[in-house]
C-alpha cells in the first residue's frame, strides 16, 4: 500500500494570519526547557514530536512531563533516530508501539494524536500509524536546521518557512538546536507583532 494512501495533515487550525509551530528529536535538555518558556511567555501551543530515547535519556521524561502539563500536543517520532522508510509493517508497528509505551510511560496514559516519520522517510509507516490512531503529521515548511545552525540564515529560512495556514517545522533535539531557538524567537516575535496567531495542526 502506497505512503499517499494515507492523508497527511498539512494545514494549521483556523484562516488568515496563522501557522502551527512543531518541533522535532526532542525532548533535549540543552533546548527544550528554554523553547518551553518562550513558549509559554507567548501563550503558545505547539506539536512535539519525540523520539522514544531522547525521553528515557536522564532528565527525558522531566521536560516531557512539562511539555504536556503546559499543554503542548505530542506526536510520535519513533523510539530513534532510524531511517524507517524501508521497513517493513510488523516492524514498524512494534517500533511505534513501543514508543507509545515509552511516552505513555513518563506521562500517563494520553492521546497521541500525530505521527511524523524520521528523516521524512514514510515507506508504510502512515498507514501503520493510521492503523494504531494517529494521524501522519507531514513535513512542510521547514527551516533546514540540520543544516546549519547559523542564526541569520535559520531567521531568512523561518521567515521563508512560515506561510498562512502551513505547519512550520524546526527541532528541538537532535544536536546543538540553540541557533534554531534564536531563530524561533526573533521570527515569531515578529509576527506576533504583525498579528498572527499561532494555533495547532487541524483535526487535532
Same mark, same amino acid.
Given at each position: 500500500m502506497?505512503?499517499t494512501?494515507? *492523508? /497527511?495533515v498539512?494545514?494549521a487550525?483556523g484562516s +488568515?494570519?496563522?501557522a502551527? #509551530?512543531?518541533?522535532?528529536?526532542?525532548?533535549?535538555?540543552?533546548?527544550?526547557?528554554?523553547?518551553?518558556?518562550?513558549?509559554?511567555? /507567548?501563550?503558545?501551543?505547539?506539536?512535539f514530536?519525540v523520539?522514544g530515547e531522547?525521553?528515557?535519556?536522564p !532528565? +527525558?521524561?522531566?521536560?516531557l512531563?512539562?511539555?504536556?502539563?503546559e !499543554? /503542548?500536543?505530542?506526536?510520535?517520532h519513533?523510539?530513534?533516530?532510524?531511517?524507517? +522508510?524501508?521497513?517493513?509493517a510488523?516492524r514498524?508497528?512494534?517500533?511505534?508501539?513501543?514508543?507509545?509505551?515509552?511516552?505513555?510511560?513518563?506521562?500517563?496514559?494520553?492521546?497521541?494524536?500525530?505521527?511524523?516519520? =524520521?528523516n521524512?522517510?514514510w515507506?508504510?509507516?502512515? *498507514?501503520v500509524a493510521?492503523?494504531?490512531g494517529?494521524r =501522519?503529521?507531514a513535513?512542510? !515548511?521547514?527551516?533546514?536546521?540540520? *543544516?546549519?545552525?547559523?542564526? =541569520?540564515?535559520?531567521?531568512?529560512?523561518?521567515?521563508?518557512?512560515?506561510k498562512?495556514?502551513?505547519?512550520?517545522?524546526? /527541532?528541538?533535539? !537532535?544536536?546543538d538546536?540553540r541557533g534554531?531557538?534564536a531563530?524561533?524567537? *526573533?521570527?515569531?516575535?515578529?509576527? #506576533?507583532?504583525? +498579528?498572527?496567531?499561532?494555533?495547532l =495542526?487541524e483535526?487535532c
Amino acid at each position: 500500500m502506497p505512503a499517499t494512501s494515507v *492523508e /497527511h495533515v498539512r494545514r494549521a487550525q483556523g484562516s +488568515g494570519l496563522v501557522a502551527a #509551530l512543531t518541533f522535532d528529536d526532542g525532548p533535549d535538555p540543552r533546548t527544550t526547557p528554554a523553547l518551553l518558556d518562550f513558549l509559554a511567555e /507567548h501563550g503558545i501551543r505547539a506539536v512535539f514530536a519525540v523520539i522514544g530515547e531522547c525521553v528515557l535519556r536522564p !532528565g +527525558g521524561a522531566d521536560i516531557l512531563r512539562r511539555t504536556v502539563a503546559e !499543554g /503542548h500536543v505530542l506526536c510520535s517520532h519513533s523510539t530513534s533516530f532510524a531511517d524507517m +522508510g524501508d521497513w517493513p509493517a510488523d516492524r514498524v508497528r512494534a517500533d511505534l508501539e513501543e514508543n507509545a509505551r515509552i511516552i505513555r510511560g513518563a506521562v500517563g496514559d494520553i492521546p497521541i494524536p500525530f505521527w511524523r516519520a =524520521p528523516n521524512g522517510s514514510w515507506g508504510v509507516t502512515a *498507514e501503520v500509524a493510521a492503523e494504531l490512531g494517529m494521524r =501522519p503529521l507531514a513535513v512542510t !515548511g521547514t527551516i533546514l536546521d540540520w *543544516e546549519t545552525q547559523d542564526v =541569520p540564515v535559520l531567521v531568512d529560512n523561518l521567515r521563508a518557512a512560515m506561510k498562512p495556514g502551513q505547519l512550520v517545522l524546526a /527541532h528541538d533535539g !537532535g544536536g546543538d538546536r540553540r541557533g534554531t531557538l534564536a531563530a524561533v524567537r *526573533e521570527v515569531v516575535t515578529e509576527r #506576533l507583532a504583525a +498579528g498572527w496567531r499561532f494555533t495547532l =495542526p487541524e483535526e487535532c
